[in-house]
């Protein structure tokens, strides 16, 4: 069985060390962004940005997760804990393979919020449901 709290606390602390990495890629490799049309570097800025975010709320749920004994909500649960996993990684590539995009679509990176989204309030849900049945019993 997957330890969730070990798991967020490990994607967090990493997505966290990717945020200083690609903080300092477009510093070096990019001349802090310096001249580059508006619609590459909104990308990189905002992909590095939601990625902190995205490790932040992993490294918050991998100090305070508490597993629910209940069937269902604790499947609920994981299944809201895998889909917060996955922001930091696809932020990554976001990053990397969509701030060129003439289209200036970011379906890898649209994919990485709402599975934060999804994820939180997959959470919220399947706590309030834990609350309320322990309250009537």
């Excluded at 890629?25 to 001249?35: A, E, S, T």
């Excluded at 209940?70 to 895998?82: D, F």
């Excluded at 379906?107 to 309250?135: D, M």
């Amino acid at each position: 069985m997957l330890r969730w709290r070990t798991v967020h606390l490990v994607i967090g602390t990493a997505g966290l060390i990717a945020f200083v990495l690609t903080g300092q890629y477009m510093r070096w490799v990019h001349n802090g962004l310096q001249g580059m049309p508006d619609g590459p570097r909104l990308f990189l800025r905002s992909s590095h940005i939601f990625l902190l975010l995205a490790s932040l709320l992993n490294v918050v749920l991998g100090c305070y997760l508490v597993r629910l004994r209940r069937g269902w909500l604790r499947h609920a649960q994981s299944l809201a804990s895998l889909a917060i996993v996955m922001g930091p990684p696809l932020l990554c590539l976001s990053f990397f393979f969509e701030p060129h995009n003439p289209n200036l679509m970011r379906p890898i990176g649209q994919l990485a919020i709402f599975l934060s989204f999804g994820g939180v309030l997959l959470h919220a849900i399947a706590t309030g449901f834990s609350r309320a049945s322990v309250s009537e019993t």
